[in-house]
């Protein structure tokens, strides 16, 4: 296995975006989330651009220097500060700017990263992975969520997941953008030619009740085709020079950087 030693190490790999799908699914199937995101994002009619905007935050955060980063924390600031709304009979209150809400999607973005992964690379070292875990705090922080509320080990980490898996409830709303997010329509011809191994690669990272939640297709054979495809995918990874392994993290930073450091 490659040597690995910090969040660095990992995070522009570009195999981990296969875990992105997995992670907005889990995100919205928290019922402030999966609301917040259906009432003021058009996300799903412009996946790509969710996509950029995601990936480039967390590179920044990991690769950028510190005016970077509170560059496109301060743009995330913006883009969040509409979403809000107060409860309204069974409808809960939201907001993008709730520090719970920030820890549960980074702590989406962490779990799904990781389980990518090692599925690919093999499961790191108990101490290694420890340190990593820890640095990944940085993508709540950088929004304002305290550090106090990120758990403090791998272990509270997976009390703290489990107990919120446990209180996810996938609303129509959030059933309505997988949907929009998973067939969508106003996108280039490539993208739409992936989707069908995109949604292959989502359901297969869910666990068995969120993807029935979704109405998320599952049988043996589709099992047998995600484990080949992770297979494949593990065997050429492995082959590929670092330029085409970190290409997204490259281009999004020096996009970024021409942003910041305009000539």
């Known amino acids: 296995m490659r040597q690995v030693h910090e969040m660095r190490d990992i995070a522009a790999e570009a195999v981990l975006i296969a875990g992105g799908g997995a992670a907005i699914l889990l995100q919205i199937a928290d019922e402030r989330v999966g609301l917040g995101v259906a009432d003021h994002s058009d996300f799903a009619a412009r996946p790509l651009n969710r996509l950029h905007a995601t990936l480039t935050y967390v590179y920044v955060q990991v690769y950028g220097t510190n005016a970077e980063r509170r560059y496109v924390a301060r743009k995330v600031g913006v883009a969040h500060r509409p979403v809000r709304a107060a409860a309204v009979g069974e409808r809960p209150a939201y907001s993008a700017s709730d520090p719970d809400l920030q820890l549960w999607v980074a702590a989406t973005l962490y779990r799904t990263a990781i389980t990518m992964y090692e599925r690919i690379h093999g499961a790191l070292p108990d101490a290694v992975a420890e340190s990593i875990y820890r640095e990944y705090a940085v993508l709540g922080t950088a929004l304002g969520m305290p550090k106090r509320l990120w758990p403090a080990s791998r272990a509270a980490f997976d009390e703290y997941w489990n107990a919120a898996h446990a209180d996810l409830t996938v609303t129509p709303e959030a059933r309505r953008v997988a949907r929009e997010l998973l067939h969508p329509r106003a996108v280039p011809l490539w993208l739409k030619a992936a989707m ?40 050429l990874w492995r082959t ?24």
């Not at 979704?214 to 593990?234: C, H, I, K, M, N």
């Not at 590929?240 to 996009?255: D, E, K, Q």
Request: proline share 8%; net charge positive.
């Open 196 to 235: 069908p191994l995109a949604r292959l690669v989502t359901a297969g990272l869910l666990d068995t009740d969120l993807r029935e939640a979704y109405g998320l297709p599952w049988s043996r054979a589709r099992q047998r085709r995600f484990d080949t495809v992770l297979t494949v995918t593990r065997m």
């Open 240 to 263: 590929l020079p670092r330029g085409i392994r970190h290409l997204p993290a490259i281009v999004l930073l020096r996009r970024v950087r021409r942003e910041v450091h305009p000539r």
